[in-house]
């Protein structure tokens, strides 16, 4: 029996390997793990951003083949999965890191009909982190060492919500000064699409509505212009710039970044801790702390699962919390 074992063993590698150098021609009625991976990745690229193109392509083309040992995609099973678990650990990725990357796999899985390939104890454990957001007086700090231009540009950031490509191809069209609304729409001409596919309409203060038909009547734009354009009205991607460029005039850098390149955010604007996806954070954690329920915010933020949301809880606390701590037993032996 085991003789029998060792043969089939030593014969199946045999054909994995001819198979692998070209010696042997795969099924023709099979789908090779090839195939599918460069199938699903111009699907991806097609169908999603291509920011979701550029992280599928390295999870999938790279290191999910590397690990995974097998010609066919219908040949998977949980044990490749636990493989590509364990080989992403040992690669010196993050538990959340490796988190994200299995549901890339798993969703890559589901595109062709094989589901339920591992348990759920079979998941990476990562700890939750709360969502930095930025202090009331940094905000201020930033606003005031900002040009009216900046100003206008990190004010929208913070009240809308919007993810940065949000922001980016943001029209004059998105914006409905009758109803304090600014819409998240897709702009085919620039393609770009709405994370998840979902268009969205978000409140913003009247405050921040005067200012933007200010900002409109300044650069008298037209309803397709981009809200905040490049020198040359197109839409621009250097808003992070910007944040970074105020946030070292403000004094706000905390001195101890380092960038890839070498550069200390002591001599410029290279501080990590100031970053455009943290205004959504701070409007996130705010609007929760002013009591908007947690599916209306659901819906500003453009989530598609309630969970995404849910985790910006862990970062409030009840308006009279501190009240409550102060007046406690505990603060009395202090």
């Not at 991976?37 to 392509?57: A, E, M, N």
């Not at 201020?140 to 993810?163: D, I, M, N, P």
């Amino acid at each position: 029996m085991f003789e029998d074992l060792v043969a089939a063993a030593q014969a199946k590698f045999i054909e994995l390997e001819a198979k692998r150098v070209g010696l042997l021609s795969p099924d023709p009625g099979r789908l090779t793990i090839d195939d599918a991976i460069s199938d699903y990745l111009g699907f991806v690229r097609k169908q999603r951003s291509h920011r979701t193109f550029l992280t599928y392509r390295p999870t999938l083309a790279e290191l999910f083949r590397k690990s995974y040992a097998k010609t066919y995609l219908d040949e998977a099973t949980r044990a490749d999965i636990i493989k590509f678990i364990g080989d992403a650990f040992e690669s010196n990725l993050a538990a959340r890191t490796v988190y994200s990357k299995l549901v890339t796999v798993l969703q890559f899985f589901k595109h062709y009909g094989k589901t339920e390939l591992i348990k759920s104890s079979d998941w990476p454990e990562y700890v939750g982190t709360i969502r930095p957001v930025y202090t009331p007086e940094e905000i201020r700090a930033l606003l005031g060492a900002a040009t009216f231009e900046e100003q206008v540009l990190l004010k929208f950031f913070l009240t809308s919500g919007f993810r940065k490509d949000e922001v980016r191809y943001a029209t004059w069209h998105d914006v409905d000064f009758h109803h304090s609304l600014v819409r998240v729409t897709e702009k085919p001409f620039w393609k770009f699409k709405p994370k998840n596919y979902e268009e969205r309409s978000v409140p913003l203060p009247t405050v921040m509505m005067e200012q933007l038909q200010k900002w409109k009547n300044k650069n008298d734009a037209a309803a397709s212009d981009p809200i905040f354009p490049n020198s040359k009205g197109k839409p621009d991607s250097t808003h992070i710039e910007v944040l970074k460029q105020v946030a070292y005039r403000a004094k706000l850098n905390c001195g101890q970044c380092i960038t890839k390149h070498e550069n200390t955010c002591a001599d410029g604007p290279h501080c990590r801790r100031f970053f455009l996806h943290k205004f959504r954070h701070t409007f996130a954690t705010q609007h929760l702390r002013d009591g908007i329920d947690v599916r209306t915010l659901q819906h500003w933020l453009g989530h598609r699962d309630m969970e995404s949301t849910i985790v910006y809880l862990k970062g409030i606390q009840a308006k009279d919390a501190i009240e409550k701590v102060d007046a406690g037993l505990l603060a009395s032996y202090i």
